[in-house]
Nanobody, 121 residues
Framework: VQLQASGGGLVQAGGSLRLSCAAS????????MGWFRQAPGKEREFVAR????????NYRDSVKGRFTISIDNAKNMVYLQMNSLKPEDTAVYYC???????????????WGQGTQVTVSS
């Protein structure tokens, strides 16, 4: 499977962005879609995940109430709506797929190329 992330950009603090992730296909080992981010000099960290059915979601604490992950499994698309953005949200955002429910990056098998999100203060 190939994943293509898009939608990043430069936004002022308090603004919003919507990231999209297109999956080329849904294979037997894609059951969970996740978003991760990596800021310069920092490790990649979990942001949000959703099961392919959309039934189960989870978020890192710092984005709860501000970010919403969703899936359109008919179109093989996953979205991350980001509201009330903060400068500390600045990072490259990656979408990824996993056979299992997990918040750990190493569990995810396929990764998109990343899209830059920059939040100015």
């Amino acid at each position: 499977v190939q994943l293509q992330a898009s939608g990043g950009g430069l936004v002022q603090a308090g603004g919003s962005l919507r990231l999209s992730c297109a999956a080329s296909t849904r294979t037997f080992d894609i059951n969970v879609m996740g978003w991760f981010r990596q800021a310069p000099g920092k490790e990649r960290e979990f942001v949000a995940r959703i099961s392919w059915s959309g039934s189960w979601v989870n978020y890192r604490d710092s984005v709860k109430g501000r970010f919403t992950i969703s899936i359109d499994n008919a179109k093989n698309m996953v979205y991350l709506q980001m509201n009330s953005l903060k400068p500390e949200d600045t990072a490259v955002y990656y979408c990824a797929s996993s056979p299992w429910i997990s918040d750990i990056a190493s569990v995810y098998r396929a990764w998109g190329q990343g899209t830059q999100v920059t939040v100015s203060s």
